[in-house]
């Protein structure tokens, strides 16, 4: 039988968390400084609880339910569950979806609507999912760049354009140097610029500057080096960054964008060339991102030498009825 423990934070639980963690998606490495950082650092209004799932006294995985950030709504919710392989088609997840069912439906508002994701090349959870209902919402591709490989020549122009368009090309490390609102300027362009046109189920609702600074520009792996902006005049317009510590093989996109008023310029390519070479100075070995399939943000990475690997899916629950969950798994 499986057994549901709240996860409280202690140093050994988050110890055996990111051992899951790391067991479970070894793609997506972590370690306890990102977990600790994530946890004392909540979102505004975030609701979340985290539970570890044991088996005869051993961690098997970890679960959570969470309040979705959809702006004027508190009735939609995440159910995340995560096993180690040879302890799933066991009903385990099963146990955890119907107890997270349970107690969500004892929470004012009730939740209305369910999220839940998974990776493209997970086809028991896939099976599962669309078993209990679920429909699909989104996919989003993953794509990788081997870095070393990467040859600009076929970008050599895009310096020449940028000036012609008057645009400077810098990392958040250098404008920090000379401007001390620079952190601001990046959370103005994000949050109210180039956020709510990401592609996403719901509507965006903009992440106050202090929630922003201490849960994103303090996080461990955020850096500034590899942070470009696009300025035109001053004014930011533009920004890609990457992810990950120093001297780590692999790296993340977090977010590529343009102001509506600058896009079709060529400015995001410039900022992600700008990007890989930096990245490529310092060393590290593998770039790999997400896109939603429609984004043209897809269609700029595969330009730079991207390759497509299984990607996300995000999958809806409308709940109309008393959900009951389906396949054992």
């Known amino acids: 039988m499986l057994e549901i423990r709240p996860f409280t934070g202690t ?9 899951l963690a ?73 146990q955890f979806y119907l107890f997270a069912l ?47 490989e990467f040859d600009p ?46 592609p996403t189920p719901d509507h965006y609702e903009p992440r106050p500057f202090e929630e922003v600074s201490a849960r994103i520009y303090q996080h461990p792996k955020f850096r500034p080096d590899l942070n470009f902006v696009a300025l035109h005049h001053g004014e930011y317009v533009a920004m890609s960054n990457l992810w990950g510590k120093v001297g780590e093989e692999r790296l993340f996109v977090g977010l590529t964008g343009t102001k509506r008023d600058y896009r079709r310029k060529g400015i995001a390519l410039a900022l992600k060339v700008a990007t890989i070479m930096r990245a490529k100075e310092s060393g590290h070995q593998i770039i790999e991102t997400d896109n939603e399939e429609n984004n043209p943000m897809f269609d700029i ?3 730079l030498g991207f390759v497509k690997k299984p990607g996300w899916a995000d999958f809806k629950k409308e709940l109309i009825e008393s959900a009951s969950a389906g396949s054992d798994v």
């Open 11 to 19: 140093e050994q639980e988050c110890i055996d968390r990111v051992a």
């Open 22 to 94: 790391n067991a479970i998606w070894p793609d997506y490495p972590e370690t306890v400084e990102e977990l600790k950082h994530w946890i004392s650092h909540p979102g505004k209004d975030e609701f979340v609880r985290r539970f570890n799932l044991m088996f005869e006294g051993t961690p098997i995985g970890y679960a959570s339910y969470k309040r979705a950030p959809v702006q004027g709504r508190k009735d939609v919710y995440y159910i995340d569950i995560n096993i180690l392989t040879d302890y799933r088609q066991r009903g385990f997840a099963t």
């Open 102 to 148: 349970d107690e969500l439906a004892q929470l004012d508002p009730p939740p209305a609507r369910l999220y839940a994701e998974t990776r493209e090349d997970q086809i028991g959870a896939l099976a599962w999912i669309e078993k209990l209902g679920y429909v699909n919402m989104m996919r989003y591709p993953i794509s990788h760049l081997m870095i070393q």
């Open 153 to 198: 020549t076929a970008f050599s122009g895009l310096n020449a354009k940028m000036a012609a368009e008057e645009i400077e090309i810098k990392s958040l490390d250098e404008l920090r140097q000379a401007d001390p609102e620079a952190d601001y300027k990046m959370w103005d362009l994000t949050e109210n610029h180039i956020e709510p046109d990401v």
């Open 301 to 303: 990475n595969v330009k």
